[in-house]
């Protein structure tokens, strides 16, 4: 029974206490595992020698039961021939078989009881083991998201450091320092080299739509009146064209003038005729 009691220690033992005090509770639980498997087959093991033993006594029991039987027998037999002396012999040897046959079986009922009993301890703790099986994987699966946990506050508790702020903090500061010194060095760079009127009217135009955007901000706010309504167009006014005047014929004074043209340049033909026929 000395197996059955080391085994039910190591079982109730808290098993969440291991991962406290072990240097490694993964390996600890899994050793633990194993040695309640190794002792739980020593323990089948026992039970079953224990389980021949009890058909060894019944087996012994019947044996000199049987016995008993037979020299009474004999004793049967040795009166009928008349040798009371035989057959008193014969009963005492009986009596022997009898008194060792009621021990045997007292030793074999009290055997099978204690192997029932053994089988039901058995049974429980191997039902027990393979709790503890299970529990050791819940067991070590709490101490991973433990040993994650400690991680993160631990580098939590690094970054809490104040010197490791003031240099981050410091850095930022030479960055910002660099990025103001360069565009420093390009607004000089096209002040004394680049197009001044392009320049001004860039930056016209990039003021230009801010103040558009706060001027509607303020609107929409009813800080500022709204924008006048758009001017009404008028329908466009149609000309009528001016009436064509009826064909009227030359004047007097003109046809004067085209009848005197006409009678200078008769005139001038008729002369021009006799010139011709004087040569």
Do not use: C
């Not at 291991?18 to 899994?30: F, G, H, R, S, V």
């Not at 000199?64 to 002396?85: C, L, P, S």
């Not at 009813?222 to 004047?251: D, E, F, I, K, Y």
Request: proline letters at 5%; glycine letters at 4%.
């Amino acid at each position: 029974m000395g197996i059955f009691s080391r085994l039910a220690q190591l079982i109730k033992s808290n098993l969440n206490d291991l991962i406290a005090k072990a240097e490694d509770p993964e390996k600890m639980l899994n050793q633990v595992v194993i040695e309640m498997t190794e002792q739980l087959a020593n323990a089948k093991k026992q039970v079953a020698v224990s389980i021949a033993d009890a058909h060894r006594l019944g087996k012994q029991f019947e044996t000199e039961a049987q016995q008993a039987k037979e020299w009474e027998r004999k004793a049967m037999m040795a009166v009928r021939a008349g040798n009371d002396e035989l057959a008193k012999e014969a009963l005492n040897r009986k009596r022997e078989h009898e008194t060792l046959a009621q021990q045997l079986h007292d030793q074999w009922e009290k055997q099978k009881a204690a192997v029932e009993q053994l089988k039901t301890a058995l049974r429980m703790l191997n039902n027990k083991i393979e709790e503890a099986k299970r529990k050791k994987n819940v067991l070590i699966a709490r101490k991973k998201r433990a040993e994650a946990q400690k991680a993160i506050h631990e580098t939590m508790s690094g970054l809490k450091n104040a010197s490791a702020f003031e240099t981050f903090d410091r850095m930022a500061g030479k960055i910002e320092q660099m990025e103001a010194e360069a565009d420093a060095s390009a607004e000089m760079a096209e002040e004394y080299s680049g197009d001044q009127l392009a320049h001004k009217f860039d930056k016209l135009e990039a003021t230009a739509g801010a103040d558009d955007d706060l001027a509607a901000l303020k609107q929409k706010m009813g800080l500022a009146p709204p924008p006048p309504p758009p001017p009404v167009q008028a329908p466009p006014v149609r000309v009528a064209a001016p009436p064509q005047q009826a064909n009227v014929g030359p004047s007097q004074a003109e046809q004067d003038e085209l009848a005197a043209a006409l009678a200078e340049l008769e005139a001038s033909e008729q002369e021009q005729q006799k010139k011709l026929a004087g040569h």
